[in-house]
């Protein structure tokens, strides 16, 4: 794992408790399949039913919202230009 800058205001999370995995759609008993994000293999299921580690979504979610973060703050700024 990278370095986190610590420079923004973000609330702090821990790896393993952002998402409730506990219910049984989220498990296969069948077989290990590789994960969606690392490739190691894994028995939990995401919410679209994919292989993956809770960590790894857990992870994967947080980078969306940073990228979101990072297009609404872009976007803010590019509408500075043309404001009504
Ligand atoms: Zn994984």
Do not use: I, V
Not at 47 to 56: L, Q, S, V
């Amino acid at each position: 794992m990278g370095k986190r800058k610590s420079s923004r205001r973000r609330p702090e999370w821990t790896p393993g408790t952002l998402l409730d995995w506990s219910g049984p759609g989220h498990w296969d008993f069948d077989r290990d399949r590789p994960c969606r994000y690392c490739g190691n293999p894994t028995r939990l299921r995401d919410g679209d039913r994919k292989p993956a580690h809770k960590t790894c979504a857990e992870t994967a979610l947080d980078e969306q919202a940073r990228e979101a973060e990072a297009a609404y703050f872009r976007k803010d700024s590019a509408d500075d230009d043309r404001r009504t």
